[in-house]
């Protein structure tokens, strides 16, 4: 594979379909990225292992390894923006997909300004940095200085990009950080799905409210709700969600 230059965006597409994957890879191009290609799950995992892109489209129905499980294992060596792309009109297995830690998803047949719309509010969103993994458990508290967020155990650096339950580092994709931040700073306001997405997706194209359920499952899990922990995240029936009631 060729190697981009240091100033380049590096965007990955992962998909066995050579039409597709042209196609893809003909709209990254002309965003600016420097764009490499995979026709499998395993080549594409060890791309990502040997360049560290950016960006990483990964279609579900991969040969070998399928994209849900190429996305757990890219998700254990990388921080890059991971888009699923699904022929399958199955939403259980959509939503699967989100779970394992991408940050979208998009159906074909798509059109060229949805996939550019939708990455473009993705780079929008900081992150952690060229070849950063999801982060070990810290030695220390976040750093003074930097915009704190706490709501009972949860304390939120956001300029460091760290979330901590007690004092213990919470591994969160940068989705989930994004979400969890949003919540935090009006920890009294519920937030409906639509504003949700509007806000943490940023694009008009997000307009799956399954999206912000996936995302709001997978915080629970990780800041410890049903293995005995206090409920962090409330449910408001019908309307949406806000942060639990602490004191």
């Given at each position: 594979m060729p190697t981009a230059s240091e100033d380049s965006r590096?965007?990955?597409?992962?998909?066995?379909?050579?039409?597709?994957?042209?196609?893809?890879?003909?709209?990254?191009?002309?965003?600016?990225?420097?764009?490499?290609?995979?026709?499998?799950?395993?080549?594409?995992?060890d791309a990502v292992r040997d360049h560290d892109p950016d960006l990483v489209t990964l279609d579900l129905g991969l040969p070998g390894i399928d994209?849900?499980?190429?996305?757990?294992?890219i998700r254990e060596i990388s921080d890059a923006y991971v888009v699923?792309?699904?022929?399958?009109?199955?939403?259980?297995?959509?939503?699967?997909?989100?779970?394992t830690g991408a940050d979208d998803y998009l159906s074909k047949p798509f059109s060229p300004r949805e996939l550019n719309a939708r990455v473009n509010a993705m780079f929008r969103r900081p992150r952690r940095?060229?070849?950063?993994?999801?982060?070990?458990?810290?030695?220390?508290?976040?750093?003074?200085?930097?915009?704190?967020?706490?709501?009972?155990?949860?304390?939120?650096?956001?300029?460091?990009?760290?979330?901590?339950?007690?004092?213990?580092?919470?591994?969160?994709?940068?989705?989930?950080?994004?979400?969890?931040?949003?919540?935090m700073r009006t920890p009294a306001r519920v937030w409906t799905r639509e504003a949700l997405l509007r806000s943490v997706?940023?694009?008009?194209?997000?307009?799956d409210t399954h999206l912000v359920e996936v995302h709001i499952g997978n915080l629970r899990r990780k800041l410890g709700e049903g293995r005995g922990a206090p409920r962090l995240i409330r449910t408001v029936r019908g309307v949406g969600y806000r942060m639990e009631q602490v004191g």
């Open positions: 590096v965007a990955l597409v992962v998909e066995d379909d050579e039409d597709m994957r042209s196609l893809i890879e003909f709209i990254l191009s002309t965003q600016g990225f420097h764009v490499l290609t995979a026709g499998s799950g395993t080549a594409g995992v994209g849900i499980e190429a996305c757990r294992r699923m792309i699904t022929a399958r009109d199955d939403e259980v297995e959509k939503l699967i997909g989100l779970e940095g060229p070849g950063s993994p999801v982060p070990a458990p810290p030695t220390a508290p976040p750093a003074p200085g930097h915009e704190v967020l706490r709501h009972g155990a949860i304390t939120v650096d956001v300029d460091g990009r760290r979330a901590f339950l007690d004092d213990t580092e919470v591994a969160l994709t940068r989705t989930e950080f994004d979400l969890l931040t949003e919540l997706w940023d694009t008009e194209w997000a307009t």
